[in-house]
């Protein structure tokens, strides 16, 4: 190239600077055009589609193209706002500090009832004490349709109150030709939990590892039980592993035990471990600290002495103070990884909206599990084994799906600027729906203001049965939530646990429709698009229903000409042998400007929307 065209060429380049702004192929292809005719027309001058510069102009264009939404597809994943890949929403949920969990499982108050003879006291007739069991945690029942439920309780039908009477309520069952009473039926009422117990060991070998982890074989773990080693070390589970104590329930065994059942007592815990649930496989993998189980370490600090780098050659000063940083893991700061033993896990798994089984339909025993007192006779065992059995007068409730996705990115928006503690109502809500799976799980929330108390909250919550449909939250439910609740409130603050008011509509329209349409067709697809937008996976408690968006669904559908009138009508008691909620609501009074308003801590739900949505065509 002369010098003249050089000094052309860069002239040009002077004048016509290069674009960097260009996102798509049209623009890329533009641009390098643009270029290619500015400072290389002398080489080549056909950049038409079929011909080479026109190739290269395409390939070059395609790959800006390609990097180009590569460039803002990995930006957005950054962001949980804008993140679409699972693995991605993922990693940002865990970041936000949000603990992943499965399905929930379901509880359920179980009446367990025995048969037992007599004993003769100064008082009278009474059961047999020494004939009277223990029925032991672990004790496995199923419903009559499959699911298995855990005792998560002793009950111990020998227990007295402090003034010597059963703690065990009891009845006559059979009496002798006196009137005298020969058999008495006891009962006790126990906490069950669905799901599965299961039990898995790890060998592991005796090579030190950091940070070690374990996978579980199970999907869908509710709970871990226990995690202990060959030399009977207890390994508890903490939030993050620089937590080095952990409350622990024991039996209160003092005469107050019929006020306070449990004592809370603080554990130092040098073997933790953390857990964490996968989306993507199901699978819980267990990770332990990075403390050497094999060395002595009762440092609360290390000594920099011990782990400093050694120096080498024959010198008699240093410029700088060196340390070894890994050998500053080997601490047990974190908690101890185990090495050279055995670990074995005791896991519960299962849950889901099914577990939710009605009332009554608990009645079959699968695994009793007893403790007699020393010296009852294997007959007496045997015969009061046999007379076991029991029923669940009440549903079971908090058997809940595992959040998806949107959900799970709902909640970490509004968990990831809180602490470990519940300051603001998001933080409230957040710390509800993120409760470990094993306590039940609450479908909705509703907060708001105390008024006869500045510092109470009023938090309304709402379950769902098996079949989807609201029910109120069981009390062992209300228990759960305020216990778990409890350790990240403030002092000052209070929490009352209401059940949420379930009030139950009906959608009552008539429509125009056009001349060319079906009418029962037409009717069919409306009702098929209210069903679709009143789901009730749609509402929150206190959500106003807007008359005007179903409205807006009937005339979108095909075949509707007009709409004549859309009426909400309340739905209680039975109707129709449908088992309607008692709640009721005046609508009337309620409907304003064309938005039914909810009272506080009420949600709006279709129960029967094959039967409560009803449609009629003109």
């Known amino acids: ?105 379901a509880t359920v108050y179980v009446d367990f009832f025995i048969k037992s003879g007599f004993e003769t006291t100064s008082q009278g007739r009474r059961p047999k004490t020494s004939d009277l069991p223990i029925i032991k945690v672990g004790t496995t029942v199923s419903s009559n349709t499959g699911v298995v439920f855990e005792l998560g309780e002793d009950l111990d039908f020998s227990k007295k109150k402090a003034d010597g009477r059963l703690i065990a309520s009891y009845s006559i069952e059979k009496t002798d030709s006196s ?137 008699n000063t240093m410029k700088r103070f060196s340390i070894d940083p890994n050998a500053l893991l080997k601490t047990r700061t974190l908690g101890v990884s185990p090495r050279g033993t055995k670990i074995t896990v005791r896991y519960r798994a299962g849950g889901g909206l099914s577990h939710n089984v009605g009332s009554e339909s608990i009645r079959s025993i699968k695994n009793l599990i007893t403790k007699f007192s020393s010296g009852t006779p294997s007959s007496t065992i045997s015969s009061v084994r046999a007379s076991v059995f029991i029923i669940n007068q009440a549903p079971a409730a908090g058997g809940e799906s595992e ?85 990240f409130r403030l002092i000052s603050d209070a929490i009352d646990i209401v059940d949420a008011r379930v009030l139950n509509v009906a959608v009552k329209y008539s429509i125009i429709v056009d001349s060319i349409s079906n009418k029962e067709l037409t009717i069919q697809k409306v009702n098929s698009e209210l069903k679709r937008y009143l789901k009730i996976e749609n509402f929150q408690i206190e959500q106003p229903l807007i008359i005007s968006d179903l409205i807006n669904i009937i005339l979108n559908t095909p075949g509707v000409m007009s709409h004549v009138s859309v009426d909400i009508i309340g739905m209680s008691g039975n109707i129709s042998n449908r088992e309607y909620s008692n709640e009721t609501f005046n609508i009337i009074s309620n409907l304003k400007k064309g938005v039914l308003m909810v009272p506080p801590g009420s949600i709006i739900e279709v129960k029967y929307p094959d039967d409560d949505i009803i449609g009629s065509a003109e």
Request: proline residues 4%.
């Open 1 to 105: 190239m002369s010098k003249s065209s050089k000094n052309i060429k860069d002239k040009l380049i002077q004048k016509k600077p290069r674009s960097y702004l260009n996102r798509d192929f049209n623009s890329f292809r533009s641009e390098l055009l643009d270029y290619s005719r500015t400072h290389y027309s002398d080489k080549i001058q056909d950049f038409s589609e079929a011909s080479m510069g026109g190739l290269f102009l395409d390939m070059a264009a395609y790959v800006g193209d390609v990097m180009s939404y590569y460039l803002d597809h990995q930006f957005n994943e950054l962001d949980l706002e804008t993140a679409v890949e699972d693995k991605n929403i993922e990693k940002l949920v865990r970041a936000a500090g949000v603990k992943i969990s499965g399905a929930a499982p």
């Open 403 to 487: 959040l998806t996705l949107g959900e799970l990115k709902s909640v970490a928006l509004a968990h990831r600027n809180s602490q470990s503690r519940i300051v603001t109502k998001q933080d409230l809500i957040s710390r509800i729906y993120t409760m470990p799976a094993n306590f039940g799980r609450v479908f909705r929330v509703g907060i708001r203001s105390n008024p006869n108390n500045p510092l109470s909250t009023i938090v309304a919550i709402v379950s769902r049965d098996a079949s989807g449909s609201l029910i109120i939250s069981p009390d062992t439910l209300k228990e759960n939530v305020a216990e778990y609740l409890n350790e």
């Open 179 to 315: 009137g005298l009473p020969t058999e008495y039926l006891l009962k006790l009422t126990g906490i069950c939990k669905s799901g599965k117990t299961a039990e898995e060991t790890f060998v592991i070998g005796d090579d030190y590892k950091q940070f070690r982890t374990i996978v579980l074989g199970s999907e869908n773990i509710t709970e871990i039980i226990s995690v202990t080693d060959t030399e009977r070390n207890e390994y508890y589970e903490v939030d993050s592993l620089t937590q080095d104590v952990v409350f622990k329930k024991v039996i209160n065994t003092s005469d107050d035990s019929s006020l306070v059942s449990d004592n809370l007592e603080l554990l130092p815990a040098p073997f933790r471990f953390i857990s964490t649930a996968s989306r993507q496989t199901g699978k819980t993998t267990i990770r332990f600290g990075s403390g050497d189980a094999s060395t002595l370490d009762d440092d609360i600090i290390p000594d920099p002495s011990e782990v400093s780098l050694p120096l080498f050659g024959s010198k």
